[in-house]
């Protein structure tokens, strides 16, 4: 089955414990991407990666580290977590484009609480 | 820079009622615009799409436009039932696998 998973699935820390969230697709994509999801702000993104060893800053860095050393997986790094990263995260991929924008396929999402 | 906003939640209707949601959007050129959908405690789905100006998406009773004079794409049922209970984003994208800016999302509740 095709699919984006992330783990955990919902974790609480506290201010400046490091963490990782993993995400991985079994679908070849190229393209992986990070989003947050906070309450009356939708979804906005963290970090994309286009292929391997190519990542990007999306709309809210801040805080976040990622890589891609392999293909399947773009892990999320909190080297020093605060408050305000209290968030909804998700995890996406989709293919190389072709003939047209290309459906990006997302992940059961990663609710984490930083106390 | 591009954005999209989508009329604000929550929108609760009785089952077989006729739904819209409005979405419109700012953007250069001419990007591709999604529906998702998110139900409750899962991750979004993409529900429909269109690529290009007068297409119309389809899928699962829902339907949206791309309408290129009002820049929208506002999505539409005709009769909703109470599984459609769920939080719909309206996004746009340019091809290339460039980043998907979302709407700020709607909740939908459908009450029997």
């Known amino acids: 089955e095709a699919q984006v998973t992330q783990n955990p699935r919902y974790l609480i820390t506290v201010t400046g414990k490091k963490l990782t969230v993993t995400c991985s697709q079994n679908m070849n994509h190229e393209y992986m991407s990070w989003y947050r999801q906070d309450p009356g702000l939708g979804l906005r993104q963290i970090y994309y990666s286009m292929n391997v060893e190519v990542t990007d800053k999306g709309d809210v860095p801040e805080g976040y580290k990622v890589s891609r050393k392999e293909k399947r997986n773009f892990p999320l790094i909190l080297e020093s977590p605060s408050p305000n990263q209290t968030s909804l995260y998700f995890c996406a991929s989709s293919s190389t484009p072709g003939q047209g924008v290309e459906t990006q396929y997302f992940g059961p999402g990663t609710r984490l609480l930083v106390l | 820079g591009n954005s999209v906003t989508q009329m604000e939640g929550p929108v609760t209707l009785s089952e077989e009622a006729f739904l819209t949601i409005n979405c419109t959007y700012t953007a250069t050129g001419y990007p591709s615009l999604f529906w998702y959908v998110q139900y409750p405690g899962e991750g979004l789905q993409l529900l429909l799409k269109?690529?290009?100006?007068?297409d119309k998406g389809s899928n699962k009773g829902f339907e949206a436009t791309y309408r290129k004079e009002t820049t929208s794409f506002h999505l539409e049922k005709g009769s909703v039932q109470v599984s459609d209970s769920a939080v719909y984003f309206c996004?746009?994208?340019?091809?290339?696998?460039?980043?998907?800016?979302f709407g700020k999302g709607t909740r939908l509740s459908v009450i029997a």
């Open positions: 269109a690529t290009k100006a007068d």
């Open positions: 996004a746009l994208s340019y091809s290339g696998n460039t980043p998907l800016v």
